[in-house]
């Protein structure tokens, strides 16, 4: 049965998948908090250069060198950036589009003059061919097991530890950096932590899957899940729950339409984010808009009550406290005088007597505070 598993093609390319978007969706949850999403692009362009300067010292492509030399690069991505950054003559955003095309480009440079009959291309680290991941294997207890599965698998073992180790001090340290070094818990040590794991994740993630996808999971699904909650361990939950849907979805959908495996997984990342940017509960468009109205309705019932208030009890009431009055001499469409009018209604503000729009005792309370800062002043 165990032999069967690791010899199923679509079981493989799914593992491969999972693995890579839970890896890049625990640590991702971080990164996002901390506004250190964009490090990760330059983190999975830049470790081109180091995969290339490791081949020229051993001529290896794969294996714990080339790993450590590539992790290594990720993590000199993210000194450089700092150090500008620190230096004050430049901000975040340039210093990152400073760095990672410098060694992205020294990478392409010397692939082209000391490498152009290995395969080590430009295609392959950004793109990857997760569809292929079954053809290289290591014999792992008598079954033919991917590589990619087991780096990969070892990553996420890796990553997890780290996360649950420091869970308090990670916490702590991506909310409130300053009283996370007060309590003498190192922040600086554990930024750099972070990165140097999501560097390891990145090198073992380019061959089966590509930079492209590597990045959609560990910042999509992480933001997407931000917009749903803000608590953290649910946040890192769904960051993984929606990775590895975008997973399955985007291989299920692959096989159906007959286009690349590894887009289409990256392509159902973004419309995880795009369903919950629109009807996200509490952060969603849709119920940003929601509450602008109410808040619209509320300011029309004031409004009104301000409106009513004015009038009660004068000669002009029996004209100003109507549906008319409001649409002629406050210049609402009717619907929106319509609206104001059931809204009020629904608060117990007003109430409709003999024709009239009458003030609640509620009302009239609500009134006079309105009233009140001018009649102080």
């Known amino acids: ?39 990760t692009d330059a983190i999975s362009h830049s470790i081109v250069f180091g995969i290339i300067v490791v081949w020229l010292l051993t001529r290896q492509i794969s294996g714990p060198v080339q790993l450590l030399g590539a992790a290594l690069t990720g993590l000199l991505t993210v000194v450089l950036t700092e150090a500008l ?15 990672f095309p410098a060694l992205f480009a020294a990478g392409v440079l010397l692939i082209s003059i000391h490498a152009r009959d290995v395969h080590i291309d430009v295609q392959s ?41 420091f869970w ?33 994740t990145a090198v073992a993630a380019f061959d089966a899957v590509g930079a492209i996808l590597f990045i959609a999971f560990v910042i999509v699904p992480p933001a997407t899940a931000y917009l ?13 729950a929606l990775a590895l849907a975008a997973c399955g979805a985007g291989y299920g959908l692959a096989v159906w339409w007959n286009v690349s495996i590894a887009g289409m ?13 629109v009807f996200a509960p509490q952060h969603g468009l849709a119920a940003q808009a929601r509450r ?61 007597r003999a024709g009239l729009l009458v003030l609640r005792p509620k009302g009239r309370a609500e009134a006079a505070a309105i009233f009140e800062p001018q009649t102080g002043s």
């Open 292 to 352: 602008r109205r109410a808040q619209r309705l509320d300011h029309d019932a004031r409004t009104l009550v301000a409106h009513l208030f004015t009038h009660e009890g004068t000669p002009e009431m029996a004209e100003e406290n109507t549906l008319r009055a409001l649409v002629g001499h406050l210049r609402w469409p009717e619907p929106r005088a319509r609206a104001a009018i059931l809204r009020a209604h629904d608060r117990a503000l007003i109430e409709r």
């Open 1 to 39: 049965m165990i032999g069967g598993f690791f010899e199923s093609i679509p079981a493989m390319i799914l593992l491969t998948g999972f693995l890579t978007g839970a890896s890049a969706a625990i640590l991702g949850s971080f990164l996002v908090l901390r506004g250190n999403s964009m490090l």
């Open 125 to 165: 680290v950004l793109l990857g061919e997760i569809g292929f991941v079954w053809l290289h294997t290591v014999d792992l207890a008598g079954h033919a097991v991917p590589v990619a599965v087991l780096t990969l698998s070892v990553v996420l073992v890796a990553n997890l530890a780290f996360v649950l180790a």
């Open 265 to 277: 997984m990256a392509s159902m990342t973004g419309l995880w984010f795009a369903l919950a940017l």
């Open 85 to 99: 950054v620190r230096s004050r003559l430049v901000r975040m955003d340039a210093a990152i589009g400073l760095v």
């Open 168 to 200: 308090k001090e990670l916490k702590l340290a991506s909310f409130d950096p300053g009283l996370a070094a007060a309590l003498g818990f190192l922040p600086g040590v554990l930024h750099y932590a972070l990165l140097t794991l999501t560097s390891v």
């Open 228 to 240: 749903l909650t803000r608590r953290l361990w649910l946040m890192v939950v769904l960051a993984v």
